[in-house]
């Protein structure tokens, strides 16, 4: 058995060469080679031997290869190599022209077709009536070539191929017949096998056809589902099949079965076993096949052989196993219906408990209470002093964060998730490249669960770090004109910059900005000695929170005692909110749009398979043109869905730190707003039926109700203001020691436009 892979490996397999030990044994040779390989053949393309070669198609060659084997060394030796004109896209191997020695003829994606004959190349002719190249064979019973491009089967006689020419002045090349298929082809096979009719049977996206070598369509299937793969059977031999050889079950196939043998692989990890147009079985998959065949190995006669999506080779047969175990005899037992009833009672009462009760024993939001009998620490001693940081263009830190796990009973399947912003590189998964996105938010949330048994109930436990604040930004330049700014009054004297911000270097001791990795925003703090104010600004809003929060928290473990207060920019918050509104608002426009076009294309296929099922030929130049025209629609709002689906992550992610920072100066003002990111980013539900419910809890709200983004706006800022008291700080001139010698110039009566309340009053005495 020979697989390859479009990085260039060539594997060669043989199951039945060992019994134990089968994954480590089984591999006879694993090879990498020059290029990329598109696809594979075995054949006897030398004559006067009966040994078989192994042709492999390159992007822009083909080689024939002699599988060597010396004890147990094996080696690939090249026989014979061609230059394939253009980028190669599939072949077909066939003994064309009645021909002694298999031939091969390979089509590059400009639909041209060149036959080799071992080390001759014989010819090359251009179908110019194809744009795509799709899926060839060769069919011996007409001696053709069967193409299938732009939804057009088309066969060609080699005789037609051998006498056309490729100028203009030759002999056109035309096909002998054509068949419009009505969708895209995945897959061709032909069958010539008596008593079976001489049929060739081509696999479509959602249905399957059968015509005769002249044409004739004999039969199709529809299906209901998406196909992946195609394999037609060898029904001329006799052979048994043996399912079990203990239960001694067969089945024989014999020539007097005059039907086709399909089996059909879907997306749905199923396998479709057809007797012409009927299903006669079905077959269930782990995972989603790619590529059947069937395969003799040893003692094992005709299994079958499928790809699988994971990565994975399957080798099964058909059938099922019985289940040999017998449940034993019950055995009489004596119920206690008193402590049942007990028993239940206290389920039910714990079910009813509220989830502000199942917590409340919780001695912290970071974790549970102790009594849990998996508990885990998380630490971590400062960033890498190499970075591992991979595939970015700037200098990146890293950290490494170690996880001690501890319990006190056996438990089974323990797992740990990890939900952070940070790029975290797992064991077993390799992430090829970092999205380049600044981080929002210092928090690591870890959980730590594990599965139930018999006799230890499943343990859970969480807990939340929150990571240093270098491994995320880096000292820059400050920056003055800019558009948000947050003024802090404090109680107490105003902290210099470096006792704040130790580990970064600050140019001055009262100023210093800072970088998030990844994005070009800038957050400048500035610290006022006189007036006791600190002031934080940027030209993103997104980018306020993780510095504020950790601006407070570090102010907070210099001065316990102190005070802050500022006024949220509660305005541009709310602007957040109706952008998610209107782009999910235009997002469902867009499904139901896409919705009546997919609906509409239904339609016309299955008009048109109706046309091609009526007995009398007619026109179908009406619906081809309607199915046309109903894809380029259906592409045109699956583009814009796409669109508006990464327009929305963007807009969701932005709000979401909006309204982290919308609860963190709320909780510093001495209110405890129950909304903050997590609202956005933990739900499946969208942005405004997550507010409309949250809403509902404060005022009479009907949640099933239509409310537009104002009046979503105008309720969320009432209960805002509901929660904020007399801590908004009026006629706060920013005054820091760097610009006091600029204010001194400027008239107390000028507009300040970014300070509520600095427009001055005069009453108008007329």
Known sequence: LIIASTIGRVWVLDPARVTECRQQFSCLLEQTLSAPIIDVCVDQFVSGTQQNFIAILFPH??????????NDCHE??????????????????????????????????????SIFELEHHLFERNILSNLHPGPIIYAPQSDSIITASDSILSSTKFSTLAAASNTTHGKKLNPDWTFNL????????????TPVQPSIVVLCKRSLLCFTHGGTLRFSIRLQCIATALLVYNSSERFTISFLSYLNVKIEFSASDAYIQLCIATTTKTLLFYADNILIWAAQLTDEPIQLNLCSFGTVYRSML??????????????????????????????????RQIEFSNLETAIRKKPSDVFANCKSFTGVENRCGLRFECNFNGLDEKSMARDVNEETPSLTTDIMVSTETPLNDVRIMCRTQFFA?????VIANIRYQPITDLRCQFLLFSASNALFAGELSTMQIKLPLALMCRATGTQRNVQYKLTFESSEASLEIGELFPEFEAERSTSIALQPILSDWIVSIFVSQKSRRYRIQSDSLDALYVFTDEFISRIKQKQENVILTCSPPIDHILQRLNLCAELERRRTNDEIELERASTQLRGAQASMLAKLKAPRPSSIAHLDSLMQYSHTQLLSYIERISRAEAALHTAALSFSCSLNLLHLLMMLNGKHLPIDGYIVDCSGQTVTERFKWILSTFVRLDINADITANELKILLRNQCENFITNTRMENIDEELEDEENENEKISEQNINPLVSGSIPFIRNTE
């Open 61 to 70: 060659n083909l080689t024939i290869y002699r599988l060597v084997s010396e």
């Open 76 to 113: 690939l030796v090249v026989l014979h190599e061609h230059n394939v004109n253009g980028v190669a896209y599939n072949m077909c191997v066939g003994n064309f022209g009645h021909s002694t020695t298999s031939q091969i003829c390979v089509q590059n994606i400009n639909c041209s077709l």
């Open 182 to 193: 009505g969708e895209w082809p995945l897959d061709v096979s032909v069958i010539d096998t």
């Open 306 to 339: 499928a790809i699988l999506s994971e990565r994975r080779l399957s080798i099964s047969y058909l059938g099922t196993e019985p289940s040999l175990f017998r449940l034993p005899a019950s055995q009489t037992r004596f119920i206690d219906f008193q402590e």
């Open 425 to 429: 590189e797992q064991k077993y998964f």
